[in-house]
């Protein structure tokens, strides 16, 4: 299957190449000012302020979870975070909002279909590529700030990293360091690392208002090893087993990317009794594996069980995939493993989770499956603990 239309556009997307994992790197080698557990723990505080003004009246979370790891990849780009009633924010969050909504819509499947024929029309393709240019506009106006305050030997973000890699690079004419690239790169982390995030972190409250019994046990654990207070940090997570079961199942039963994106395999490829021929773009299905029988028995069924042995150690598996596998596994998994324990155990620690209906007539089928699972919409009550 050739790749092509939308589907070559993610795939370039959702690349997270060298030149970002050469900036990251460089960030934590040269002391950059915060790591990004330090990043993530002030912006679950702030979170957590944003979620009290609720005051355990009944809110859709759907905006809250998508600014505050929209806030992380800002701190780490260029060493800012927004009030989450920022207009520069809300902005950039309304187009990353949009855009993922599109990708998991009929319009993407059309499109995908008949690209030669659509491309030539007026539609959603083009409003989609639009909002993408003004993602590295918003980028490429920070950049500006960075150029003009650049100290090489104290960067300060991201984007500080690139600038110096790029002033090192300046007379490699094969040199990838380069403006474009710089605000391609901070696309990828914007796209890729807001909206899986946030999309997880609402599937999982609302899985926990499902099974009332197992947002208990999570309390229990918090409160047993990290009390009411102090910040939950990386360290806490080795002493709370069940916690990280739970945040396995969660990403395990919601299988949020059921497909996963493009690959092309690099040589002739002997697949069961077929031969898949070099450079032939393929669709791992992450489901069939996350939700494997034999490994999860009962896998239709939400069970941090599944992650626990019989000491009620996790249990670690290979079935465990929801970040892909092998050398084009996300490179952002480690980043968003940081993200989602911190910002569920800072929610649970202050918080409990109040449905509006009875658990068990909360819907938990996704609102739309396509690229993502999509979360149905609900609300909820915030109860301070």
Known sequence: ????????????????????????????????RWSIEERVQEEAQFLVEELRKTEAQPFDP??????????????TLFNERFQYDDEKLLYLMSLLNENSKKISSPWNQ???????????????HRAFSKRLTNVKN???EKVKEHQESLDQNSPRDYIDCFLSKMEQEKHNPMSEFDLENLAVCGSN????????????????????????????????EIDSVIGHNQRPS????????????????????ITLLPSNLPHAVTKDTKFRQYVIP???????????VL?????????????PGHFLDKNGSLRKTDYFIPFSLGKRACVGEGLARVELFLFLTTILQNFSLEPLVEPRELEIKPLVTGLLNVPPPFKLRLLPR
């Not at 807001?194 to 208990?216: D, F, I, N, W």
């Open 189 to 220: 982390l914007f796209v890729a690392g807001t909206e899986t995030t946030s999309s997880t972190l609402r599937y999982g409250l609302l899985l926990l208002m499902k099974h009332p019994e197992v947002q208990a046990k999570v309390h229990e």
């Open 138 to 140: 918003f980028i490429l």
């Open 278 to 288: 070099k450079g032939t773009t393929v669709f791992p299905l992450l489901s069939s």
């Open 110 to 124: 059309m499109y995908n279909l008949w690209p030669k024929l659509i491309k030539h029309l007026p539609g959603e």
């Open 62 to 75: 759907t905006l809250i979870l998508s600014l505050a790891p929209c806030n992380v990849i800002c701190s």
């Open 234 to 253: 990386l360290k806490d997570k080795m002493k709370m087993p069940y916690t990280e079961a739970v945040l396995n199942e969660i990403q395990r039963y």
């Open 1 to 32: 299957m050739a790749m092509n239309s939308w589907a070559e556009d993610l795939f370039q997307l959702f690349q997270i190449s060298k030149k970002d994992m050469e900036s990251f790197s460089a960030m934590e080698r040269r002391g950059s």
């Open 291 to 303: 939700l494997d029988c034999k490994e999860f028995p009962n896998p239709e069924t939400f069970d």
